[in-house]
């Protein structure tokens, strides 16, 4: 579902623990969903913060790479482990200033 948080299914992926679905849930039927990477701060630096805010999942600090936004198959991701639903505020403004500029 949007906003929902998935562990990273793909191992070697060590710098990208968690991927954040921000797909409309309208789209439930394709059989893809258009992922965000949450890449570790600590290994990411400092970030724009309007584009790339920081969120915190399972006491690692992330970054949501908003311009590394990519659609995956729904087979190829990881087990739900939260929801930043209450931060889709933030999000959508990441988005938002990606795809407009404002």
Do not use: W
Request: charge should be negative; proline fraction near 4%; aromatic fraction near 6%.
């Amino acid at each position: 579902m949007q906003f929902d948080v998935h562990r990273n299914a793909d191992a070697n992926s060590k710098h990208v623990p968690y991927l954040l679905d921000v797909q409309s849930d309208l789209l439930s039927g394709v059989p893809t969903r258009i992922v965000v990477p949450l890449v570790r701060a600590a290994v990411y630096g400092k970030a724009e913060s309007r584009l790339c805010p920081l969120f915190e999942i399972e006491g690692v600090k992330l970054i949501m790479l908003t311009t590394d936004i990519a659609g995956v198959e729904k087979s190829e991701i990881g087990v739900r482990v939260g929801s930043l639903a209450d931060r889709r505020d933030e999000i959508r403004d990441a988005l938002d200033f990606a795809f407009q500029g404002f």
